[in-house]
């Protein structure tokens, strides 16, 4: 007795669960929202308690054109899933490319700030508390960044060897729910940092 | 890691040399072995933060005892608590629901099983690293090895200027470490009862267990999570100069109690959850009858899922918050014992008018209702904010902790493990010996936490490494650790049981208890694939409707 079938009827082909892919991801946003929430809710605390300078007013600019970089990507990945959908296996690569590009420009701009910050301004994570959080709350983001745009690059590669197929459009669009959230995250830490905390 | 063997060995009659048969439990992705392994780390991991208790209740029996030094002492209640809550009930229950999660709901394993090797891993070296510091935590600076902060590790203790050497990073890497550990399970918990069920099994035909894991999934996800934010944020204050909570530079130490009892509140729920499901899947078997009220336990698992976290800070009502915050903190208190209460009439429901077998899992279930309804009684208690101003951080606390964690959880978690080791061994437990344990355990609980309550409400403090003769406090001190070594004497029987059960056990064969869900149906052990053909399902009793095709379930639901 190694199974309980039942007689009773045959519904199995009627049987369909969702993906396994997609509530994986959700999961793991969901987690990953939790994480960000706890340091977002701390850089609010700390806005103006630092006591001792300088302040985000000092320091910081709108980085807008990194934001539209990053934003635009949302787009570029959601455009590459659909072309490898569709079996256009060459389109797909091209805006495969494009998304790993501006994920890539976002990055080298946070990295400028920073340098900027660090070398030009001496202010760093432990300057003030507002250095703390700042630095905290953006380097998470960034790091989040860095692994998408590893993830990214291995696809490229994988495009480049003429590995990528129709079928792997899925585990993609799976990826691409990642990406997502790290633009919506983006929109938050800049929408906490430099507009509310300036 | 000896036992592994032996249980392989009944497992699986071919004999190949050992080194290779433990290389297959090193690199299994098979949950079975998986959920195994994480039982018998965790067993092990009791047995060292039973030490630890066993040390400090015994610098305590009598006034000015000097059997350790008020450090050690320090070192043994943080690690004790911080082994117990992180290293044994979690891993312990989530070994449970990796064993029996893919076996109930009538598949052949996670849904990402290399996530779950992944995971236990983690979690695994998490204890190492906390451990570990007792080797590496001195550092440079000769200052004390193990972490001697409290489990809940409250800052500025935790800074660099009060905790210099490496025991508080060991601390904060181990829970770091562990922490992303169990988010990897609970997405493997909730993804597998979501997406993996065999055909038939809607959301509400689900035994309660999957139910119940599922919610404690998402419990883990939502609380877990910001105590891994904040042991990054200790760990950039203490590597990198950091000043979250810092108050020298303006940090807020109470920011670090809001974001711990943030997590702390809904990880008791994680903890006592799953219990929760023990006791709905072992109660019915062993009470002849359906679970009373299906539909209303799962709503009041959702319910306490939703409002454990807005209850934490009654765990900071001595901090001095507004009238506002203690109002609302008392009042969410006192709404999620509601649906708790509700479980507990639907168990008595379930146990009224059955055929009660007194086995020792069920022995072990009737004693966790009791028990768990006092706690739950001390909780509210604990919960009104201005009584909790008399006794909070006293014995009256750790009488009420204790209460929930050993009456509580661990009497479940040792009911669960007598139900299911005829499943997972393929053999009989000695029934003697299992009501030997019941006793002995039962008796030695009560010694030490029922008279635990009594020095608290005399004022005694807790965490204090000794204190004087003649304040009231010495006798119950003295019966306390008494009780400490009836449970020694418990749990040696448990594991001799374990050990000679193993051996030479009865046979049990695939459905010992005339049980009715799917992991029964297979044989026991379970084969590698589970079962030979996905079963289909009709009811919430699927064997029940094979046993009985007569009158099947289905045409009640
Ligand atoms: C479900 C299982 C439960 C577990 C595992 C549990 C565990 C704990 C733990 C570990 C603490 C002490 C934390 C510390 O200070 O180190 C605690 C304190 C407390 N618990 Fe529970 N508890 C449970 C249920 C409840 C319930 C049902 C209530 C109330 C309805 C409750 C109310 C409280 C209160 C108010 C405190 C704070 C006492 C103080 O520190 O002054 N608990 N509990
Ligand atoms: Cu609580």
Known sequence: MSSATLARSSNESAWALPSRGRVGMFSLIAAESAVFTIFVVAHIYYIGKSLSGPTPKDLLELPIFSTVCLLSSSLTIHLAVRALRKAKVGVFGLWWFLTMALGAIFLVATGREWQHLIYEKGFTISTNLFGTTYYSLVGLHAFHVTVGLLAIALAMIFTLLGKVKPEHSERLDVFSLYWHFVDVVWVIVFTVVYVIGR | ?557
Not at chain 2, 59 to 78: A, D, E
Not at chain 2, 346 to 359: A, E, L, V, Y
Not at chain 2, 377 to 382: H, N, P, S, V
Not at chain 2, 436 to 464: A, N, S
């Open chain 2, 1 to 557: 890691m000896a036992s592994d063997t032996i249980a392989l060995g009944i497992a699986d009659p071919d004999a190949r040399p050992i080194g290779e048969r433990l290389h297959d439990w090193v690199v299994t992705v098979d949950h079975k072995k998986l959920g195994i392994l994480y039982i018998l780390y965790s067993l092990f991991m009791l047995v060292i933060g039973g030490v630890e208790a066993t040390i400090m209740r015994i610098q305590l029996i009598v006034p000015h005892n000097h059997f350790v030094s008020p450090q050690v002492f320090n070192r043994m209640f943080t690690m004790h608590g911080t082994t117990m809550i992180f290293f044994v009930a979690m891993p312990i229950l989530f070994g449970f629901g990796t064993y029996l999660i893919p076996l109930m709901i009538g598949t052949r394993d996670m849904a990402f099983p290399r996530l779950n090797a992944f995971s236990f891993w983690m979690t695994a070296f998490g204890g190492l690293l906390l451990y570990f510091s007792f080797i590496g935590g001195n550092g440079l600076y000769g200052a004390g090895n193990a972490p001697d902060v409290g489990w809940f590790a409250y800052a500025p203790l935790t800074s660099r200027a009060f905790s210099p050497g490496h025991s508080t990073d060991f601390w904060t890497l181990a829970l770091l470490v562990s922490g992303i550990g169990s988010i990897g399970t609970a997405v493997n918990f909730i993804t597998t009862i979501l997406c993996m069920r065999c055909p038939g099994m809607t959301l509400g035909k689900m035994p309660l267990l999957a139910w119940l894991n599922l919610v404690t999934g998402g419990l883990v996800i939502l609380a877990v999570s910001p105590l891994t934010a904040a042991q990054i944020m200790l760990s950039i204050d203490r590597y990198l100069g950091g000043h979250f909570f810092d108050t020298q530079a303006g940090g807020a130490a109470v920011l670090w109690m809001h974001f711990f009892w943030i997590f702390g509140h809904p990880e008791v729920y994680v903890l006592i959850i799953p219990c929760f499901a023990f006791a709905s899947e072992i109660i019915p078997v062993f009470s002849r009858k359906p679970i009373f009220g299906y539909p209303v336990m799962v709503g009041a698992t959702v319910a306490i899922g939703f409002i454990s976290m807005s209850v934490w800070a009654h765990h900071m009502f001595t901090v001095g918050m507004s009238s506002y915050g203690n109002a609302f903190f008392t009042a969410t208190t006192m709404v999620i014992a509601v649906p708790t209460g509700i479980k507990i009439f639907n168990w008595i429901g379930t146990m009224w008018g059955g055929k009660i077998q007194f086995r020792a899992p069920m022995l072990f279930c009737i004693a966790f209702l009791f028990q768990f309804l006092i706690a739950g009684l001390t909780g509210i208690m604990l919960g009104a904010s201005p009584f909790n101003w008399q006794l909070s951080n006293s014995y009256f606390v750790v009488a009420h902790f204790h209460y929930v964690i050993v009456g509580g959880i661990l009497f479940t978690v040792f009911g669960a493990f007598y139900y299911w080791f005829p499943k997972m061994s393929g053999r009989m437990y000695n029934d003697a010996l299992a009501k030997w344990h019941f006793w002995l355990f039962l008796i030695g609980f009560h010694l030490t936490f029922d008279f635990m309550h009594i020095p608290g409400m005399l004022g005694m403090p807790r965490r204090i490494y000794t204190y004087e003769p003649g304040r009231g406090w010495d006798i119950w001190n003295l019966i306390i650790t008494i009780g400490v070594f009836f449970q020694i004497a418990g749990v040696l029987v448990f594991v001799g049981n374990l050990l000679w059960s193993l051996l030479k056990g009865e046979p049990a064969g695939n459905d010992p208890w005339d049980a009715w869900t799917l992991e029964w149906s297979t044989t026991s052990p379970p084969p590698d694939y589970n079962f030979a053909k996905i079963p289909v399902v009709e009811s919430r009793r699927p064997l029940w409707d094979i046993k009985h095709p007569e009158d099947p379930d289905w045409k009640y639901e």
